[in-house]
């Protein structure tokens, strides 16, 4: 794991390398009914400074685990998470989340849900507003600030909940299947969008999805996932030109990255389908 080769440890509150973030060694446990479930192992990999990094793997590697692990929603793992080359535990300033669901709040509009972090901050009625429209513009919303959530499409609520986020400054996007819920053509197109955003911001950012083309489109490097207990089964240079225009999405070169990964993921897809359709075949009689 190349990424990693260059960590070394180090003591309490110093710094290592220059990584925007690492996950050194995570391993994370469920007790079940049926005993304990290891859904994550020994996984380690870094983000650098300014990199988009996704994460892929089959239903049930571990993926959303992970991502409330370095959010901070989820404790009671075995490793390390560490935020500029420093251990962190629970939530973090620098650490911005977008999730899967609709998060929009419907009783605001765009312009009040996006400066909604900035109001919770104390910062001024008309400081707030003047950020909030920029980063509107930002996600391409400029002339829907008065409109409600209902009012918008699935695509328009993500890129709020987006700007929102982003109100917060963070120095590092987490985002957990944004896009999962919108149609192929809405993902392309704000998947587009995204790219745009992050290279504006030089954004660090962790994407996890299902979609292997989605993370070809949008990822300087594909971290594949096992299936459980999730591990770090290969990580993938996407070395294609940015910007990622729709003669780069229909190349040859794109089509072989998504045929490689697939060839990654099929195994482990293939034997998260088996495990589920023997799981009738070992439940316990109740006769």
Not at 156 to 176: C, G, K, V, Y
Not at 265 to 281: D, K, N, T, V
């Amino acid at each position: 794991m190349r990424a990693d080769a260059a960590l070394r440890v180090a003591g309490k509150g110093e710094a290592v390398d220059a990584a925007a973030l690492m996950i050194e060694g995570v391993t994370k446990r469920f007790a079940t009914a049926d005993g304990p479930i290891v859904a994550l192992e020994h996984v380690s990999f870094s983000v650098r400074q300014g990199e988009f990094l996704t994460l892929i793997g089959p239903s049930g590697c571990g993926k959303s685990t992970l991502f409330n692990i370095v959010g901070g929603l989820l404790g009671g793992y075995d490793g390390r998470v560490l935020v500029d080359g420093r251990a962190i535990a629970g939530s973090h300033r620098a650490i911005g989340m977008v999730f899967q669901e609709e998060s929009t709040f419907p009783w605001r509009t765009t312009l009040d849900n996006v400066a909604f972090p900035l109001e919770t901050a104390g910062v001024g009625k008309a400081e707030r507003h003047a950020r909030a429209r920029e980063l509107i513009k930002l996600v391409g919303l400029d002339g829907f600030e008065n409109r409600y959530p209902a009012e918008m499409s699935g695509g328009m609520r993500q890129r709020t909940a987006i700007a929102r986020t982003l109100a917060f400054e963070p120095r590092i996007l987490l985002m957990d299947e944004p896009f999962a819920a919108l149609d192929e053509q809405t993902r392309l197109l704000l998947g587009d969008k995204l790219l745009q955003i992050q290279q504006a911001l030089r954004q660090t950012t962790l994407l996890i999805t299902h979609n292997i083309a989605e993370a070809v489109q949008l990822s300087d490097r594909v971290v594949v996932m096992t299936f459980r207990p999730g591990r770090v089964k290969r990580i993938v240079e996407i070395d294609l030109p940015r910007p990622r225009t729709s003669e780069i999405v229909s190349s040859a070169a794109f089509g072989q990255y998504v045929a490689s990964i697939w060839n990654d993921l099929r195994e482990e897809a293939s034997q998260g389908l088996s495990e589920s359709e023997a799981a009738p075949l070992r439940r316990p009689s109740h006769h």
